[in-house]
């Protein structure tokens, strides 16, 4: 079964990764062979595509090259104090140049929540599953990102509604390869590796991720929990 759950998850990688060559290469070709009878709009048009599809290729590039420095645990993080409410704005503004079209509610503290955290693997958990919420709130385009405090850890709450996930699915989808055969296999582009990675990272620096979802109210919520700066947890991960 695991053996098919691979052979699968190749496939798809493999699809991944033609469908922005095919279009890369597309477009390149049409300027080349039309530049004299395009106009500049047009040009603008494919060189954007064109730009888009690159980004998309890194990023799975990018997924791949993580997960086997996970997997080979040869991923090492640098934690410092890290202010978790304007690293979340930061990300979430760069999703919005590529996503102009949904809307981003915020409903941070009016405190700093200081974290002891590496800020660009967290940037990376953040983005990951920030561009999940995207994915999957097509029907209403509508993203929540709330921060609180909880115990020993500052807490990052991602909310994205017109979807759900069965009870089932809760505790599997962080598992690697297993977006292949869940409910999102053909709801969207990826890989499925993104919250493998997320979950993964956030565990090497002591944190964790959960997710809930209700059917009747049609929302999928991630929760981060991020632990909270202290001098003496910083002396202790020294040399992490």
Same mark, same amino acid.
């Given at each position: *079964?695991?053996?098919? $759950? ?23 070709? /049409?300027?080349?062979?039309?530049? =004299? ?6 040009? !603008? =048009? ?7 599809? &690159?980004?998309?290729?890194? @990023? ?5 090259? @993580?997960?086997?420095?996970?997997? #080979? ?10 202010? %978790? ?7 979430? +503004?760069?999703?919005?140049?590529? +996503? ?10 009016? +405190?700093?929540?200081?974290?002891? $955290?590496?800020?660009?693997? /967290?940037?990376?958990?953040? %983005? ?12 209403? !385009?509508?993203?929540? %990102?709330? /921060? &609180? +405090? ?6 990052? &709450?991602? !909310? ?30 990826? #890989? ?7 979950? #993964?990272?956030?565990?090497? *620096?002591?944190?964790?991720? =959960?997710?809930? #979802? &209700?059917?009747?109210? !049609? ?10 700066? =202290?001098?003496?947890?910083? /002396? ?5």
């Amino acid at each position: *079964m695991q053996k098919n $759950i691979k052979e699968e998850f190749i496939s798809t990688l493999s699809h991944e990764i033609r469908t922005p060559l095919t279009s890369i290469k597309g477009f390149s070709q /049409t300027m080349l062979n039309s530049w =004299e009878v395009l106009d500049d709009e047009k040009k !603008k =048009e494919f060189l954007e595509i064109i730009l888009n599809q &690159s980004k998309r290729l890194i @990023n799975l590039v990018e997924n791949v090259l @993580n997960v086997a420095r996970i997997d #080979s645990n040869s991923s090492s993080l640098i934690l410092t104090k890290v202010e %978790i409410n304007k690293l979340i704005q930061n990300c979430a +503004n760069m999703l919005k140049i590529s +996503n102009p079209e949904y809307k981003f509610n915020f409903e941070l503290t009016k +405190n700093e929540l200081n974290c002891l $955290i590496d800020s660009d693997k /967290t940037q990376q958990i953040l %983005i990951n599953i920030l561009d999940n919420a995207i994915k999957y709130s097509i029907n209403s !385009k509508k993203i929540e %990102i709330k /921060t &609180s +405090n909880k115990l020993d850890f500052n807490v990052i &709450s991602i !909310k994205n509604y017109g979807n759900y996930i069965e009870d089932d699915y809760l505790n599997k989808i962080f598992e690697k390869f297993y977006r292949i055969d869940s409910y999102i296999k053909s709801q969207a582009q990826g #890989s499925g590796l993104g919250l493998y990675i997320a979950k #993964s990272l956030v565990e090497k *620096m002591q944190g964790k991720i =959960e997710v809930i #979802s &209700s059917k009747k109210e !049609k929302f999928v919520e991630f929760l981060i929990y991020l632990p909270i700066y =202290e001098v003496e947890k910083l /002396t202790k991960n020294i040399g992490v």
